[in-house]
């Protein structure tokens, strides 16, 4: 079964075709981050507007990358929600479009579900059940995976997202958007150590995060050390707030694999393309006796491979959407 997956919930228009949920035959992604950077973060009206410039090319380019055509597609998977509704409604017109002309049945997909299924695309694959941290620009959660149908949240950020507060750090830092790879490079230099920053863990069991208020002890101590002329270090800011972040994520990713009593635990999303969160949940996940799986870092950003393969085991059980199947901005769990 050949899926053509979908994406364009945020900044990045993607394609991609997969076939039978196994081979990925191609992977398109156009990123829009050089329109963005300038505004120190994505604007939603310039998204939809490039989308729709972008949107033929790219999926073009992944039926040529795949060397299949368009009749040669079984289903069309596309990002439903959550997400910016201007960037959505481009992506799913384009496959209501193709859906309706050459009659093939279309499926929306859950942009989270994506993520949460992302590790199933290559290298070592969990079994049933495991937790996973999906870790993004505009989510931080913990769910539950039964199957490839069934998931549960165990927690959500109560404010901010992880990458939301790694973009928020490097804007006021000025440094350039998507400030995640850049205070992940920048703190290589610097002394995790240096700087106490909070770490917000909210009640003793809780699962759910908060990274508003890190965000705003960092720009404390960077007025804080303007008002007092002592100069500042952005490296040793960069790594601090880091591991403040990672500290906490690691920490309620295996606190919920405990208490849900599973072995297998997942890192996807964004932040996942962190070295230092990498590093940091495989040493405490081999410490507390799970197993760790993770995308590659270029299939825990955006893409439209995790849709497509999202999208498949849908079909597998049988669902289709009605031609009047809308986006939605907010997240469904
Ligand atoms: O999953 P994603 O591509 O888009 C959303 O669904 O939001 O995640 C983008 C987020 C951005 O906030 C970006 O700064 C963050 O992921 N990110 C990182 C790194 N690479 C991307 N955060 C920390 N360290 C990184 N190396
Ligand atoms: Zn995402």
Request: charged share 20%; aromatic share 8%.
């Amino acid at each position: 079964m050949l899926i053509l997956g979908i994406e364009s919930s945020c900044d990045e228009t993607a394609a991609a075709v997969i076939e039978d949920g196994v081979s990925l035959l191609s992977n398109t992604i156009h990123s829009q981050v050089d329109i963005h950077e300038k505004y120190g973060g994505v604007v939603p009206e310039l998204a939809s507007r490039h989308h729709l410039e972008n949107i033929y090319p790219v999926v073009q380019d992944a039926l040529d990358q795949a060397h299949v055509s368009l009749e040669q597609i079984d289903g069309l998977a596309v990002t439903q929600g959550p997400g910016l509704i201007g960037s959505l409604l481009v992506g799913l017109s384009f496959a209501k479009a193709i859906a309706m002309v050459k009659k093939i049945p279309y499926v929306g997909v859950d942009h989270m579900v994506g993520h949460l299924l992302s590790v199933f695309l290559t290298g070592e694959k969990p079994s049933f059940p495991y937790v996973a941290l999906i870790a993004s620009g505009g989510h931080s959660n913990i769910f539950y995976v039964e199957s490839f149908l069934d998931f549960k949240l165990l927690g959500r950020t109560r404010d901010d997202a992880a990458g939301e507060a790694f973009d928020k750090v490097a804007k006021l830092l000025g440094l350039p958007y998507p400030g995640g790879p850049v205070i992940s490079d920048l703190a290589r230099q610097g002394d995790a150590h240096a700087i106490a920053f909070p770490r917000a863990r909210l009640e003793a069991q809780s699962l759910d995060f908060s990274f508003s208020g890190l965000k705003t002890a960092v720009a404390t101590y960077v007025m804080r050390c303007n008002k007092d002329g002592k100069e500042i270090n952005q490296a040793d800011i960069a790594a601090s707030f880091q591991e403040a972040v990672v500290d906490v994520l690691v920490e309620k990713a295996i606190r919920a694999a405990q208490q849900s009593n599973v072995k297998n635990l997942v890192l996807a999303g964004g932040v996942a393309a962190n070295p230092r969160l990498r590093e940091e949940i495989k040493r405490q996940s081999k410490k507390n006796g799970l197993n760790i799986f993770m995308p590659p870092t270029h299939f825990c950003t955006d893409n439209a491979a995790m849709i497509a393969l999202a999208g498949y085991y849908q079909f597998e059980a049988r669902a289709t959407q009605r031609l009047d199947m809308d986006v939605y901005s907010r997240s469904q769990f």
